[in-house]
T-cell receptor
Framework: DTEVTQTPKHLVMGMTNKKSLKCEQH?????MYWYKQKAKKPPELMFV???????INESVPSRFSPECPNSSLLNLHLHALQPEDSALYLC???????????????FGPGTRLTVL | GNSVTQMEGPVTLSEEAFLTINCTYT??????LFWYVQYPGEGLQLLLK?????DKGSNKGFEATYRKETTSFHLEKGSVQVSDSAVYFC??????????FGKGTRLHILP
C-alpha cells in the first residue's frame, strides 16, 4: 500500500472559521510533509514532521497550525485564513530514515481549499 | 542560492513525437534527483529517480540520466501518448529530504 489519503477533498471556509485538514498513511513512514500549491505553480513546503516531531517550519503564518498525533496521521489546523490562502494543500510522506539518500515522497491527492 | 531551471511550457506535441524536457540545477549537495508528474486534478506522483552520478532512472517509457558534470537531469521519452499530458516537475532533493521543485513544465499531447 503506497497510498496517502487526505480529507476533505474540497473545503470552503470563511475568514472567521476554524477547520482542519487530515492526512493519513499506513506505509510505516516516519516523515510527513505539508505543502501548499497555487495554480500553475510548484508545491511550496510548509512543514516537515520527523518521528512525530516538527523538524521544519518554513516561516508559515501562525494561522496554520500543524499537528502529528501519531506516526500515521498529520493534521493541519486552519484559523482566520485569508482569501490568498486559497490553494491545493498536499500532504506527503517518506521513509524518513536517517543516513540514507533522500527518500521518495509519496503525495496524497490534496485538499482544495477556498477561503471566502 | 539553490535553484532548479526547467524549460518553460506549455509544450505541445503530437502523439508519438519525441519528448525532451530540460532540467539543470545549481549548487552541490543533491544526492538524489527526481522527476514528479501531476495529472490534472491530482497530487504528485514519482515518475523516476536517480540516486548517484550517471544513474539512469526510467519508468513508463520515460528516462533521465543524472549528469553531474553538466548538473542536468533531462527527461526524455521516445514516443509520447495523449495520456502523458500532465505537468512535470524536476526535483533535486537534499540530504535532509527537502525537495527543491522546478517551476513545472505543462505537457499537452495532441491525438
Amino acid at each position: 500500500d503506497t497510498e496517502v489519503t487526505q480529507t476533505p477533498k474540497h473545503l470552503v471556509m470563511g475568514m472567521t472559521n476554524k477547520k482542519s485538514l487530515k492526512c493519513e498513511q499506513h506505509m510505516g513512514h516516519r516523515a510527513m510533509y505539508w505543502y501548499k500549491q497555487k495554480a500553475k505553480k510548484p508545491p511550496e513546503l510548509m512543514f516537515v514532521y520527523s518521528y512525530e516531531k516538527l523538524s521544519i517550519n518554513e516561516s508559515v503564518p501562525s494561522r496554520f497550525s500543524p499537528e502529528c498525533p501519531n506516526s500515521s496521521l498529520l493534521n493541519l489546523h486552519l484559523h482566520a485564513l485569508q482569501p490568498e490562502d486559497s490553494a491545493l494543500y498536499l500532504c506527503a510522506s517518506s521513509e524518513g530514515l536517517a543516513g540514507g539518500p533522500p527518500d521518495t515522497q509519496y503525495f496524497g491527492p490534496g485538499t482544495r481549499l477556498t477561503v471566502l | 542560492g539553490n535553484s532548479v531551471t526547467q524549460m518553460e511550457g506549455p509544450v505541445t506535441l503530437s502523439e508519438e513525437a519525441f519528448l525532451t524536457i530540460n532540467c539543470t540545477y545549481t549548487a552541490t549537495g543533491y544526492p538524489s534527483l527526481f522527476w514528479y508528474v501531476q495529472y490534472p486534478g491530482e497530487g504528485l506522483q514519482l515518475l523516476l529517480k536517480a540516486t548517484k552520478a550517471d544513474d539512469k532512472g526510467s519508468n513508463k517509457g520515460f528516462e533521465a540520466t543524472y549528469r553531474k558534470e553538466t548538473t542536468s537531469f533531462h527527461l526524455e521519452k521516445g514516443s509520447v501518448q495523449v495520456s502523458d499530458s500532465a505537468v512535470y516537475f524536476c526535483a533535486p532533493a537534499r540530504r535532509d529530504d527537502k525537495i527543491i521543485f522546478g517551476k513545472g513544465t505543462r505537457l499537452h499531447i495532441l491525438p
